[in-house]
């Protein structure tokens, strides 16, 4: 089960956390991830990262300004956001999957678990 939290309203330019706790399965054995979808639109990939050492993996549009991590200990993984923009406002879903492969981290059908979504909304 993945519990998201931490959206909210934050004006253009600002920061937010978002926190994705993962119970029932210790979450080092999982792919951690996350995807978002804006009003009218599909559900796109933002970020992804398998090891709590290694490098994370970005969409182009937040990359630079989003930050994903991961805590095994805690079984959460976070993702800092800063410099928001008001494209950015979206419901942000954290996904997990023990296999997905980097070149498929884009796709939401490789993904096995997903979380509720919190929302995210930037004022301009």
């Known amino acids: 089960q993945l519990q998201a939290s931490g959206g909210g309203l934050v004006q253009a330019g600002g920061s937010l956390s978002l926190s994705c706790v993962v119970s029932?399965?210790?979450?080092?054995?999982?792919?951690m991830g996350w995807f978002r979808q804006a009003p009218g639109k599909e559900r796109e990939f933002v970020a992804a990262?398998?090891?709590?050492?290694?490098?994370?993996n970005y969409a182009e549009t937040v990359k630079g300004r989003f930050t994903i991590s991961r805590d095994n200990a805690e079984n959460t993984v976070t993702l800092q956001m800063n410099s928001l923009r008001p494209e950015d406002t979206a419901v942000y879903y954290c996904?997990?999957?023990?296999?997905?492969?980097?070149?498929?981290?884009?796709?939401?059908?490789?993904?096995?678990?997903w979380g509720q979504g919190t929302l995210v909304t930037v004022s301009s």
């Open positions: 996904a997990a999957d023990p296999s997905v492969i980097t070149s498929s981290l884009p796709s939401q059908s490789a993904w096995r678990y």
């Open positions: 029932g399965r210790p979450m080092r054995t999982y792919v």
């Open positions: 990262k398998k090891y709590v050492d290694g490098y994370g």
